[in-house]
């Protein structure tokens, strides 16, 4: 098994930036896919970008040009950089592990991993 902690959010402006991490540690070689997953109060869970072993990246289409997905594999880090934030990226963010291999179709399904960590909050105001 994985732990996954996600670290990096706060409070900020309309049009600013954050940058979200998510420390991995037990058993990171089983992982094949890595996702970064958004949930607004009184919402489901949107995923947002997914990156594979091999930085094959995958996104939502109203983050991309403003969020960038990445890894560290030799810091055992995935990162979320966020720019020009908009009121509505308002949400709990969620790192997620596919220890099973599953996430290659249908990446943005929280369904499709099986390892979550306890989420960050992202609050954009106007």
């Known amino acids: 098994q994985v732990q996954l902690v996600e670290s990096g959010g706060g409070s900020v402006q309309a049009g600013g930036s954050l940058r979200l991490s998510c420390a991995v540690s037990g058993r990171s070689s089983s992982i094949y896919y890595m996702a970064w997953f958004r949930q607004p109060l009184g919402k489901g869970r949107e995923g947002v970008a997914r990156i594979s072993r091999d930085g094959s990246i995958r996104s939502l289409d109203s983050v991309k040009g403003r969020f960038t997905i990445s890894q560290d594999n030799a810091k055992n880090t995935l990162y979320l950089q966020m720019n020009s934030l908009k009121p509505e990226d308002t949400a709990m963010y969620y790192c997620?592990?596919?220890?099973?291999?599953?996430?290659?179709?249908?990446?943005?399904?929280?369904?499709?991993?099986?390892?979550w960590g306890q989420g960050t909050q992202v609050t954009v105001s106007s």
């Open positions: 997620a592990a596919d220890l099973r291999g599953i996430a290659g179709s249908g990446w943005s399904l929280p369904s499709r991993y099986n390892s």
